[in-house]
């Protein structure tokens, strides 16, 4: 959801006054719709240039996303790569994803109760070291909804979970034959997702360097914001 990144949007702002930041649910997550059945980063891709016909915003943008995020962006740029200027990618390859990371926070995730009495309860189900921690377990609780009893998931997580496994598997290295120099990477030096291999394979595509962010895990916005801010300018 978009919230996820409102640390970074709001302390990129204050450094730069002049951007302006649009953080969307994506088709899921968050206060968005629904993912239907059939849903893949397409669907995702079109609701962001829908979204962004509604707010009337023609020019090209600059994509920053991470995991997920940055797949869609993936997929944006594929299918209307004269409205992307350029695209961020935090800690993701655009090759398949394997079973590294994501799915066991995924299956934490799906272990939780459906809801809990308090936040304190439901972060205390969540934190599982050292895939999660505190400060993970207060990232995710951020999908939290407070209802009559308690608070509960606004996700639908099997959902998610299935959606997970059928984006992992897509192939998006294409997309960089004809479009490297505008796609960057920024990966957390703990996190197995981005390879030397993967570092290879953008140097290959024309992609600008990949910047590392010391001390930082896959959720590197997470484990060291500043240290991803530096490598954003």
């Known amino acids: ?18 951007r302006l930041f649009l953080l969307p649910d994506l088709r899921g997550h968050g206060r968005s719709a629904p993912l239907p059945e059939d849903g893949n980063l397409e669907t995702q891709a079109n609701d962001v240039f829908e979204l962004l016909d509604r ?54 995730l799906l272990a939780a109760p459906d809801q809990a009495p308090s936040r304190a309860a439901m972060r205390e189900a969540l934190i599982w070291e050292p895939v999660i921690d505190a400060a993970r377990a207060d990232w995710l609780l951020m999908s939290l909804e407070r209802g009559n009893t308690g608070f509960r998931w606004r996700i639908e997580r099997p959902a998610l979970n299935r959606f997970f496994h059928r984006m992992s598997s897509r192939d998006l290295w294409p997309v960089l034959a004809h479009h490297g120099p505008r796609v960057r990477c920024i990966r957390g030096a703990l996190s197995p997702y981005v390879t030397a291999a993967d570092n290879e394979r953008f140097m290959r595509a024309g992609c600008p360097e990949t910047r590392t962010v010391a001390a930082a895990g896959h959720f590197l916005h997470v484990d060291n914001l500043a240290g991803v801010l530096q490598a954003l300018h």
Do not use: C, F, K, Y
């Open 1 to 18: 959801m978009g919230r996820n990144l409102s640390s970074l949007a709001r302390v990129w702002h204050e450094s730069d006054e002049t």
């Open 55 to 108: 707010l009337g915003w023609q020019q090209p943008v600059e994509i920053v996303g991470h995991s997920l995020g940055g797949r869609v962006g993936l997929a944006m740029l594929e299918r209307a790569p004269q409205r992307v200027a350029s695209l961020t990618l935090l800690d993701i390859t655009p090759g398949p994803v394997g079973r590294i990371e994501t799915p066991a926070v995924l299956s934490r």
